[in-house]
């Protein structure tokens, strides 16, 4: 019984250490996701049978902290028009570029200050700024 004892205050004591550590590391340096969807084919998720493999990726929100977002980085941003799903894309242009769309309201859109356009690789499946615009950074 005292050895239980022991070992579980030191898990206790161990998980009180770990626990924040961790979601400090999650919050600011980044974390692994997987990626599902066709959308940014053929650079992710190349094959289109669902039940064979997903992409996994590793996703840095220390690059978010620093602005260090380029064209042709790959992001991950919550959907605006499902807020419970997050999206992945590639950052087609950045604020003050002008941009030629796909399919937009408008042809052309100037990207505002603190905004990017972002943008599937596969355009035939992929919801991006074609259909909600510019996103912020």
């Known amino acids: 019984m005292q050895q239980l004892k022991q070992y579980t ?19 600011y340096v980044g974390y692994i996701s997987t990626v599902s969807g066709d959308s940014m084919q053929p650079v992710l998720n190349p094959k289109s049978d669902k039940s064979l493999t997903q992409d996994i990726i ?7 902290r620093n602005s260090e977002l380029r064209r042709g980085d790959i992001v991950s941003l919550d959907s605006p028009r499902d807020p419970g799903s997050r999206l992945v894309k590639r950052i087609i242009a950045l604020e003050g570029d002008t941009v030629k769309t796909l399919h937009y309201k408008n042809r052309y859109v100037k990207i505002p200050e603190g905004h990017c356009w972002v943008e599937g690789d596969h355009h035939a499946v992929s919801m991006d700024s074609n259909t909600f615009g510019p996103v912020c950074e």
């Open 9 to 27: 205050k030191a898990f206790v004591s161990g998980f009180a250490f770990v626990m924040p550590v961790s979601v400090a590391f999650f919050d």
């Open 58 to 64: 590793y996703l840095s929100r220390w690059s978010l």
